[in-house]
């Protein structure tokens, strides 16, 4: 074993002292750049190895194995043992607001980034170190057994090539966003935002990832104001009724609970919003996530402070209102701005063998909706149709909402037929209001187009007014139907399916 080492990091966490300890085992070190001028600062005996950018070819060379190697200023480098060598973080400078793309090549590091692969490469006789926490282990090593056995070597040296394919994936995934995520090779780099509690079992494990070098626009720029812990499931939650919240213009309050709505009101205040949310289905709203396109009041905390809702997600709190929300036991206070949707903006999902990836359905509606029924929706019914579909694309496929006024009184989510979806959520509705009409109008939005059996049992349970995709061999048959019954019913022309 040569006792040599090759030092050139951006990250200079604990450089001196991992250089004190190789100089007291009696290594010749050798530096570049900045880590060069920092080790003679701190007084260490560092040899300058200068070369012209953009790549140490001297270095290379000496890592190849080729000799003589003699860097820019003359200095003859011998075959080194230790190299330590990490990026500059392009993580954190993609991901500013003010980054322009043409500055892009100007944050890239080729010179230690074509180091880490050369001493990789060569595991078995160069230990590399990428990352300034393994400093310590790597000493302590070379103090007590006079070198790394082989299988640390070879961790060492893995770890530093998934630390190089996540700088290159950084920067191929912040240039895809102008381009096409569904290419035939497709990288990605994940960087850990927290661990979780657990899974979705208390057996599971769980962390939380953010896209490196993505500008925080969603639950990743989330703040936890108070509050234990979050599991998976609060994640799904969160998510889910912090995007069904963003879409209304109005003021809103979004209950979910298992990645699904169970109840959506957009009263007059806020207040109100919250007890209509929890009123559309007060069994599936206990232990659910309550979220909100506006600032929270004081009298919206009050009522949260006496219902059991696990967490709580909006844009801000007023003083008060927090004060009130941080007092209750067990409940998660979370601030999220509305996040900024790229269009390039992907779905994925882990099946065997592979990983399925689309683009995230961010579009309610290509067209306005058409109204294929001789009498139209009133006013008071469109508003609760345009309602119920908001809130049926956040349902799981098949999917029906039912809403009176502006509030859903029933969600059915997650059946094998649409036919299902109508009767459960009539079953769900029997304790709140009669089948039959009502003193308002009661409409229902689906998420597939709908056979003429389960339009039948719908207006048969009292529905005045349906929204559903259209497309299907039924479709005139339903017109007619509604048509006699004296029904209004738009078509979309569009579906939204969610697995």
């Known amino acids: 074993m040569d006792k040599t080492a090759y030092l050139s990091v951006y990250d200079k966490t604990g450089v001196e002292d991992f250089s004190r300890g190789l100089e007291a085992l009696g290594f010749a070190i050798y530096a570049s750049g900045s880590t060069c001028k920092l080790l003679s600062e701190a007084g260490i005996e560092a040899e300058e190895v200068r070369y012209s950018p953009p790549v140490p070819y001297g270095v290379l060379k000496s890592l190849s194995g080729r000799f003589p190697a003699i860097s820019g200023n003359g200095v003859e480098l011998p075959r080194f043992y230790v190299v330590a060598a990490n990026l500059y973080p392009i993580a954190s400078i993609v991901e500013q607001d003010d980054f322009a793309i043409g500055e892009l090549s100007n944050y890239l590091d080729q010179a230690n980034s074509a180091v880490l692969r050369a001493a990789a490469r060569d595991f078995e006789n160069v230990i590399t170190v990428s990352s300034p926490a393994d400093y310590g282990p790597v000493l302590r090593s070379l103090k007590e057994d006079g070198g790394l056995e082989p299988e640390m070597k070879k961790q060492l040296a893995a770890k530093a090539w998934q630390y190089q394919a996540a700088y290159d994936a950084t920067v191929a995934q912040y240039l895809s966003e102008t381009g096409n995520l569904l290419g035939d090779e497709v990288v990605m780099s994940l960087k850990k935002v927290s661990d979780l509690e657990y899974g979705e079992n208390r057996h599971q494990k769980a962390a939380f990832y953010a896209l490196s070098g993505a500008r925080p626009r969603g639950l990743n720029a989330a703040r936890i104001l108070s509050g234990p812990g979050l599991n998976l499931n609060h994640y799904l939650d969160l998510d889910a009724a912090f995007e069904l919240a963003l879409e209304f213009e109005e003021s809103v309050c979004a209950i ?20 209509g949310a929890l009123m559309s289905d007060p069994a599936g709203a206990v232990g659910g996530t309550a979220a909100f396109n506006r600032q929270v009041e004081t009298e919206t905390a009050e009522v949260l402070a006496e219902t059991f809702i696990e967490s709580v997600v909006a844009p801000g709190y007023s003083p008060e209102a927090l004060k009130i929300l941080r007092a209750k036991q067990g409940l998660r206070v979370l601030s999220l701005s509305a996040p900024v949707l790229s269009p390039y ?11 399925l990836i689309e683009a995230k359905d961010n579009r309610l509606f290509v067209t306005e909706p058409s109204c294929v029924t001789r009498r139209k929706p009133s006013e008071a019914e469109m508003r609760s149709l345009l309602l119920a579909w908001k809130t049926v694309k956040y349902a799981k496929t098949y999917s029906v909402a039912f809403s009176e006024g502006q509030s859903t009184v029933a969600l059915s989510a997650s059946e094998s037929s649409s036919y299902d979806a109508v009767r459960s959520a009539q079953w769900k509705m029997r304790d709140k209001r009669s089948i039959l009409p009502g003193s308002g109008p009661l409409v229902m939005a689906a998420d597939a187009a709908l056979p003429l059996k389960t339009l039948q049992a719908a207006l048969a349970g009292g529905i005045s007014a349906v929204i559903q995709p259209g497309g299907w061999q039924d479709d005139e048959d339903c017109v007619r139907l509604c048509d006699s ?4 019913m738009l078509f979309a022309g569009i579906r939204h399916f969610r697995h």
């Open 256 to 275: 979910s609970k298992h990645d699904r709505p169970v109840g959506v009101c957009a009263s007059p205040t806020q207040a109100e919003s919250l007890r």
């Open 485 to 488: 019954k004296n029904a209004a």
């Open 345 to 355: 903006e992907v779905e994925l999902r882990s099946v065997s063998g592979g990983v």
